[in-house]
Structures are given as C-alpha cells and as structure tokens.
DNA sequence: CTGAAAGCGCTTACAG
DNA sequence: CTGAAAGCGCTTACAG
C-alpha cells in the first residue's frame, strides 16, 4: 500500500485521523497540553511533525472571533521617528504574545485609511495609529467597530481615545531656551507645513522662551517645506543679507531642515555654524548625526512613545469591560547638545590643534 | 417597540434580516453586484450602510481559502534600503489590488522566523523576504507549506524560488572603477560583517576592477561593521600614517561606513575629501546626500527591487498550476558622482570664491 | 435574480 | 482524559 502523499496544507482533521484521536484532542495538544494525556499528546505531535500541520490561524481567528495581531499604520516610514515608534511597540507587544504587523501610509491619507480598513476587516487585536494630519473619520470609523485603537503623536481632537504624545510646545521651548542661555538674541524659526500639528506647538513654545526673555527678537521664516531643500533654499536666501544682519540662533522645526540650513550656510555665505549661527534641530532623527555639523536638537523618543502606546493598548485589551478609562500619555522631551549650537565641540578642538 | 440597538459588529446575516433578503444575495451584493436586481441591491447598500457593517475578512479568508494580503519580512527598516523596497513593493502590489502587510525583523533572524510564520499561519497570498543573512530554513518551511515566495537582495543557495538580486559584484566594480578612471591608484577597500553576502560580492568586483588596472594597488580593511562609527574609528587608524602612505581613494561598502570614514579624516587628520582621498560608497542610502560631504555612491535601487519581487510574486500567483518556472531577476546597479570623489562640485566652486 | 445548504478549519462547552 | 457536535461568518455551486 502506498504511503499517501502529504497534502500540502494539512489540517487538525488530517493529524486527527493519521494519530488516530479526535480533533478535539489535536486542537488540545496545541492549546491545552495539561489536559491531554502525555502518550497521547507524544502521538498527536508525531503527527503533527509528520505532516508537516501548521495551524490556520485564520480559522482560528474566526472561532475564537479575534486574533493576537496588533496593526500598526504610520505616517511615514521614510522618516526615522515612525521607525522608532514601530521598534517601541514591537517591544511593548512582544512581552504580552502580541505580534505586530505594520503598514505604511506613506504621507498619504487614502493608503492610511486602507490600512485601517484592511485592519478593521482582519479583526485584529487592537490598532496602533501614528498619523501626520487629521484622522478623524478613520479613527471613529474603526472605532465604531469595537476596535481598539491608541494613536501616536498626534492630538486628535474630539475623538476619546488612548494617545500618545510629545509635549511638542516644551520641544520648542527647550529648543529656544537652549539658545537663549548660550547668548543668543536674534532668533529665527524656521519652518513649513503649518497645518502639522507639532509644527504649531513648537512654534507656540519657541514664542513663549522669546517673550519670557527681555531683549531677545524673534524672527519667523517659511521654508515651505520641513526637508533638507528647504533649509538650503532658506540659506540662500538669507545670503543676500549681511552678518550682522542675520540671525544668531535658529530653532529649524525638523533636524533635516536644519541640516539642509547649514550645508546651504555653508555653501552660501560665510556664516559659520555654530560660531555665528547657532542651530537646533527637533526630534532627533537618525539623520542629525551623520549631517554636516552634529546637530543639537530636542529628542523626541519615538522608542518611547511606541512602547507606550503598546502598554495602553495592552491596558485596554485587558480591562474588565466597562472599566476602561481612556488616557493620554505625554512624554516629556530633552535637548540633546551637539556641535552646531555652542561648546568647544571635538572637532572645533580639533581643528583648533591643526591651526 | 424600541429600535433594537447597532451591534457593534453586525454580520451578513444581520444585513440580510434588516434588508429582508437571504445572506447569499448580501454576499452577491459585494462581490458581483451584476448578479443582483439593481433594487435589491439598493436595499441592501442601505442596510449595510444602517448598520455599520464591515466584512469580516477572517472569515472570507477561510471560505475562500486565501487572503489578498502578501506579506513583506524585511531585515531591517533602520537601513532605508529596506525601507524603499517597501515602497516598491506596495506599487507592485497596488495595481493587482494586494494589500502589503510589512514585519520588521530589526536584524533578528529569530524574529524574522515569526514573521515568516505568521504570515505562513495568517495564510497570506504570498510572501517576500528580505533577508539579511541565509534564511535556508525559514524559506524551505514556508515553501513546504505551498506558500509562495519571492527573496530579495539574497541569493539563497540551493533553494529553489523566485528572487530578485542586484549584481553586487558589479557594485563593487563600478565604484573602484570610478576611482581609477579619476587617476587614482593606492585603492583601499572599507569593509565589515563579512558574513553578508553583499560585502563578499562587492568585494568581488573591486578586486577584478583593480587587477585590471596596471599598477593599481589595493588594500583591504576590515572596518568591524558597517556604520557611522565603525568608519570613524578607521579614520583614526589611518591617522597615524603620513598623507603619501595613505589610500587615495577608497571604497566604502556601505554609505554610512564611508560617511563616518569621511567625519573622520577631518577630525583626525589633514588629508582632504575628495581632494586627497576619494570616497565611494555603496548603496544610495538616504544618508548619503545629507553627509559630511555629500556621497557619491553606486546606486542599488531598493524601489526596483521591490517592485520586481511583486511582479514575481504576481506572475507565480496568476501562472496555471505547473507552468511557473522560477527565476531570477538581476537589476543593474550604477555610479552616482557626487562630491566625495573627483569634480569640482558646487561646494569647492563656492569655497573657492569665498577665498 | 434569489435562497437553502454545505463547507472552509478551527475552538469550545458539554457529555461520557 | 477523550470525542461528538455546534458555531464562528463568510463563499459558492446548485436549484428554483
């Protein structure tokens, strides 16, 4: 008799019949070992290992009406901030057995709410939403069907539900501060797309560390745009301005803004940074390093804010029905120095020893 | 009589009792809607809308036996490589109306097994892998399973499926070719992890390009890996030597490696970049325009690669049983100059009129 | 054009 | 400790 060949997707039915039990016994192998004999969970997983079973979780899923799969939608993987925000849920979900699984937006608002959608209709376990713009209808969309959702970075407002956020007007007043303390006193904010939300609470903060100190001048600027073009086409034209007549300090409301300033300072004028312009980024992307001066900026731990939004998730997850208070954590930012603000940086050191 | 409150998560049958027609015709209304009366149809557009229903894709996956979803495991979304292959991807997918479900194995090949077996589990239309380093078993378990997959950036040895690969010899090759065109002839070639088979075929091709180049001479450095400070740290090996017994010319395998090589020399020694020393990387990272000195680099395009692996997948999804003859796409890789190896780039036209 | 019924592959009380 | 049976919410021939 010839031995049958395996199927390619073997099912409980299969293993059932091949160890000679009850799929009953075979779905309790799997997921209730203590209560199945031990010579008969040995023979159940023999066959298992034999054929080669993976459990379908989607008809898991179905019976037991939910799966252990969190979706995660961002913004924007292109910018590290979002990347961070995934590496910190990925170690929120992975303590409670949650897996994460993660969709892309790319800066567009249909594909975000795709991917709401194809979460919803997937019944995952809960949704984390890291949005850029107002995602309102989406957000009560999934709502409205039971499902969990946490949202990042992002006040949504009139809508309850957990959320994660930055105090973004501290990161604009720590950032001023920051140059303020060093001596500054002709600042510039340099920034675009108004309608982001943090760019407005930056803006408010840089304001407040102005007003509350005598003598200090503001200066705002439209970049039109948070990339590093913007920040070289900002330098040109501040070019046509003479020295004394720039600003001594600018707070560029996203480090590759700032590090698009100061190549284009570089390349354009004979201002140097930080010597007579000093700049801070905001959020600390990967890219503030490795710039042409290490940027000074104000750290926004996207890390954080991911493992926190999975701990609200999983908060949520686990209340007894009815007991759940929706929260919001604010995360407090800190400015991290580096070279393009002040201090006798190595390589100002550095180079000082080669003169 | 009250109005029976919304279910949170109404079902076909709900909408077929609410439209007064049977759970088929609801069906039929979503998936051929030119099978139904075009007043039936109405009605039950309106139920669905009444209700707030949302077809439970779980179950479509079980009666249907798959999912429109492919799923992309990919090494590593810190490096934007693996982060424009997803971009890539999702165009692919977008036309054929597949949705992309991404996991990050953040360089963890344990976790890139759970990703590969989830989506094996969750039943997915297809997978694409993006690995990092040999995933023999992962690839041939998922494959046992019938599931349908497609490798990128890896040639899987002895493992029979579709992939798309850049001819990384040819990196190599065109970088130190770039070098000797331009005059130089004491090369040095910037590596680390030699384990990745990338580092060893790039390796490949700056070797053939310099025994071909008479009186070339090459020098191999192990850097101890790939980033930022792997490649400073080298610059301070190299610092002990005189400027005449330094490379002049110098291939990185990596951006960042020939990045932090580059903020290394000016710290650390006297030797200029490019006019003593050029610097070619590898791989067109996001991080090589916004660098100390902006790279130049030989292109791997990441959105190429993803949208062949799609194009792949599709082909085997779509071929009749047993037509599908596996194969291997190989992308073409090319030289971008820009300030970090010859030319007089706008950054030197713009020093030297400030002189 | 519409509906009754079987089936996708699991889980889960409930008996035994 | 084990098994028969109902059910999760869809899809899909098949009748009518």
Known sequence: MPVPRAKINPSMSDVARHAGVSIATVSNVINRPEKVAAATAERVRASIGELGFVRNDVARSLATGSASTVGMVLADLDNSLFVDMAHGA??????????????????????????????????VRGVLLAPMEDSRSGIERIRAHGRLIVV????????????VLVDNEQVGYLAARHLIEGGRSRLAFLAGREYYQPVQARRAGVR??????????????????????????????????????????????????????????RLETEARVPQDISVVGCEDNRTAQGGPVALTTVQLSGVEMGQAAAELLIEEMTADPGVHRHRTVVLHPSLIARDSTFGASSTELLRAKGA
């Open 152 to 163: 990042l970075n992002f006040q949504q407002p009139d809508v309850d539900c957990c959320t």
């Open 208 to 265: 407040r560390a102005v007003q509350s100190a005598p003598g200090v001048t503001l200066e705002e600027i439209d970049a039109g745009g948070l990339e590093f073009p913007n920040g070289l086409s900002v330098a040109r034209d501040l070019s046509a301005r003479r020295l004394g007549d720039l600003p001594d300090g600018v707070v560029a409301v996203a480090d590759e803004l700032g590090n698009g300033l100061i190549e284009g300072l």
């Open 90 to 123: 990925q170690q929120g979900s992975d303590a409670s057995g949650l897996r994460l699984l993660l969709g892309n937006a790319a800066c567009d608002l249909r594909r975000q709410d795709d991917y709401l959608d194809l979460f919803d209709e997937a019944r």
